[in-house]
């Protein structure tokens, strides 16, 4: 019969470690019956330092080692180690472990080794490495358990080859012989907590404590003892004061905390002994985490309220090649009918100067692709479905983005979309979009006049301002029909609290600001706030823009609509997603913008 040097847990189920991780019954059940190499400390680099063979054992609460050192002179060295106590714990490595969220479920050992106990209090899971994003997890894992030291006459307790022989049951004594303590001492630890807790609640209840009958201790003990059959000295430990329950719960009270179960979790590592015989891992006792809305996570984006009505008010052209031409009458002194006097020759009028550009189309598109594992296991809801509408979120942005105000990426940058093929109505030629500059200095001048005690707000004047530059800039505008005006929120909620000298309010309503700014309809966009070009040396930032979209073309040949590819790449298990369109744009109708503009150039830059 095969003697062993020592024993231990390799493993313990439903053990929390550290890191949140739990190791599940059962994780390393294809170990059973498998002899793996005992070594020193993990030390897989050097073969002095395998010490002998550890036998693996599957059982109800863990892996149970069996542990027989080699005639090697390290492993006669830790043999002496071990015997002498300096050396108490086990740990083991594992490989291709499987979790499904913190538990761990399958696992393969590969060593056990030898710790220095001290070093590794408590069970924790010190991970190795991780080969990529799918690869398996390997870990080394600590217990915290010491293991048992088997004497060199005897066979080990829990010898597995000892199992099939038939044990003598000891000798049964009657029930009527058994004392109290014997019966106690029959029970699990577990129903012995219970006990503990089921005596203290009723000594709670009735105020009555626990009497000595020695007259040495008279004034009797409120405290109850673990164990009231132990002849050994007990302390108070683990015992959970009305004072310690008070802590805890204004510890879960208190905002850095928030929870009870954070709350017991904090108090427990920082008052191991108060509530050791408490109930380990109390929080699988608390329910499972729901989701406020089910399903697809809330998508938490900027304002795209504008950007359905871009795409919705341009004008679709079947023609990505567009081509634009005016004939420029604006200089029409020049081109004046004359009156004839007799005898007199007749004279020809000016030349007419014609416009043209073109427009090339360019693609812009939108990849993405996702994991069929991932596929799979997302069971609440179709992810496949939930990133195709956001690619085409992403796609729509992109392209009004590119109409109003440019893509914004520096020229020559990679994923650029060319202002010559998407051109911005923001930045397009004078010619097709008119430039405005507001003056906050004359306006505050003209609306206090001579009275220099006046005290407008700084919201009406700039209000002010604001509309009066654009109607003047109007005056210039050739765009079709009514213009909308599309501008940041900020801009509107300045003109908003725009109040008169008697704090009265200038305007009640978006409705009547668009009134007063002679537009259709007023469009907030998140995305112009903070923009700014430089134009003449000077820095412009962007207030708004004035334009009817009907005035510009957005066009696309059949087949450069937007259009959805979708393809599986079998070598990598992946499916791929590709939104694509080709499209031209620019404006077909001179004078048709007017982009609002506030100077923003510092004072020692003006030139």
Sequence with gaps: MKKFDFSGWATRNNLKCSDGRTIMKDAFKGNNGKTVPLVWNHQHNDPLNILGHALLENR?????????????????????????????????????????????????????????????????????????????????????????????????????????????????????????????????????????????????????????NNEESKGGNETMKHNVFDKEDTKNEGILMHSDQKKIIDLAKSNSVGSLQTAISIFAEQNPDVIAHGIDNIETLFPEYKDVRPGAPELLTTDEGWVGKVLAKVHKSPISRIRTRQADLRNIENLRAKGYKKGNQKGFIGNIQLLHRTTDPQTVFVKSKLDRDDIVDITDFDVVQYMYGIDRMNLNEELATAIMIGDGREVGAEGKIAEDKIRPVWLDDELYTIHADIDIADMKATLQGTNTGANFGENYIYAEAVIQSLLYAREKYKGSGTPDFYCTPHLVNVMLLARDLNGRRIYDKVSDLAAALNVGEIITAEQFEGKTRTADGKTKKLLGIMCNLTDYSLGATKGGEITHFTDFDIDFNQEKSLLETRCSGASTRVLSAIALEEDVTSSGTQG
Aim: charged share 30%; proline share 5%.
């Design 60 to 212: 109800e609460e863990g892996v149970y080692a069996y542990c027989e050192f080699n005639d090697s002179e390290a492993g006669k060295a830790a043999k002496l180690l071990v015997e002498h106590g300096d050396v108490s714990a086990l740990s083991i490595f594992a490989n291709q472990l499987k979790q499904q969220g913190a538990n761990v479920l399958h696992g393969a050992i590969r060593e056990v080794s030898l710790v220095l106990a001290g070093a590794n209090p408590g069970a924790f899971i010190d991970s190795v490495m991780s080969h990529g994003e799918k690869s398996d997890e390997e870990a080394i894992i600590y217990t915290g358990e010491n293991i048992s030291l088997f004497h060199a006459d005897d066979p080990p307790k829990d010898d597995p080859k000892d199992k099939e022989e038939p044990k003598k049951e000891p000798e049964k004594k009657p029930d009527d012989e058994e004392t109290v303590a014997e019966v106690f001492d029959t029970l699990s630890e577990k129903q012995k907590t219970v006990v503990y807790a089921m005596l203290g609640q009723a000594l709670e209840e009735t105020g009555s404590p626990i009497q000595n």
